[in-house]
């Protein structure tokens, strides 16, 4: 129908005039989580930085949609997401679920690392994002 496409193209507009707002501050946001990294942030960044994980280039706080990744290598576009105590919870458990798939529906495969594994276990956690980055299923 003719006004489909009036709805459509508003709801287009509509959703530019969000991510127009929506992009400076989420900007503003990655900027401000990079100087306030967390302890296993900065462990795991000391791992991924500079290609040292294999030659693999990862950035950290990368604003995705309206979401910023702990990490993400941009070539094989895997994210990697440290997460502390707060995740066992029931609402940021359906948050993350939502969020994993808002990324993955953009392209983006998610690989979670709990905070301690990343303290107790850090090879691992490497050898761990190493599979992933390999498997691309």
Not at 47 to 53: F, I
Not at 98 to 123: C, E, H, I, M
């Amino acid at each position: 129908r003719a006004d489909e496409g009036v709805r459509d193209g508003f709801c287009f507009q509509f959703r530019l005039s969000i991510m127009a707002h929506a992009i400076p501050r989420i900007l503003s946001n990655a900027r401000d989580l990079r100087h306030n990294e967390t302890a296993a942030e900065i462990r795991l960044w000391e791992q991924l930085r500079g290609k040292r994980l294999n030659g693999h280039k990862f950035v950290r706080q990368l604003p995705v949609g309206f979401y910023i990744a702990d990490f993400a290598c941009r070539e094989h576009k895997l994210i990697v997401e440290v997460d502390g105590a707060t995740h066992g919870d029931t609402h940021e458990i359906t948050y993350d679920e939502k969020r994993t798939a808002a990324l993955d529906a953009q392209g983006w495969r998610v690989v979670r690392v709990n905070n301690k594994d990343v303290f107790k276990n850090l090879n691992a956690v490497c050898d761990h994002i190493l599979w992933a980055l390999e498997n691309k299923s």
